[in-house]
């Protein structure tokens, strides 16, 4: 069973960033995605179990970044330029496929998810 734990959350004003955090055992590719009020969970970001691969949905590229240090089995997410439609509970997973995967089902385990809330 893998277990995963999300950190890093909290409230920040539009322009502002934040790094979120995962704390995650195994050689898994990871992902995060996010839920908004109302709103289906969507995907944010990828990357492969080396960290040689990212991807990222176009609503977030330039502003964040998604890496990993194996050494510490950490994934980080690093948000910057943030604006209220930013705000969501993030989640991070893992999936066995070895490379950055943009749909849920490709995930076998997920963290609790982290809220994140961007003010005007």
């Known amino acids: 069973q893998v277990q995963l734990v999300e950190s890093g959350g909290g409230l920040v004003q539009a322009g502002g960033s934040l790094r979120l955090s995962c704390a995650a055992s195994?050689?898994?590719?990871m992902g995060w995605f996010r839920q908004a009020p109302g709103k289906e969970r969507e995907f944010v970001a990828g990357?492969?179990?080396?960290?040689?691969?990212?991807r990222y949905a176009d609503s977030v590229k330039g502003r964040f970044t998604m890496s990993r240090d194996n050494a510490k089995n950490t994934v980080y997410l690093q948000m910057n330029s943030l604006n209220p439609e930013d705000t969501a509970v993030y989640y991070c997973?893992?999936?066995?496929?070895?490379?950055?995967?943009?749909?849920?089902?490709?995930?076998?385990?997920w963290g609790q998810g982290t809220q994140v809330t961007v003010s005007s």
């Open positions: 990357i492969s179990w080396l960290g040689g691969s990212t």
């Open positions: 195994g050689r898994y590719a």
């Open positions: 997973a893992a999936s066995i496929i070895n490379s950055p995967r943009t749909t849920q089902g490709e995930y076998a385990y």
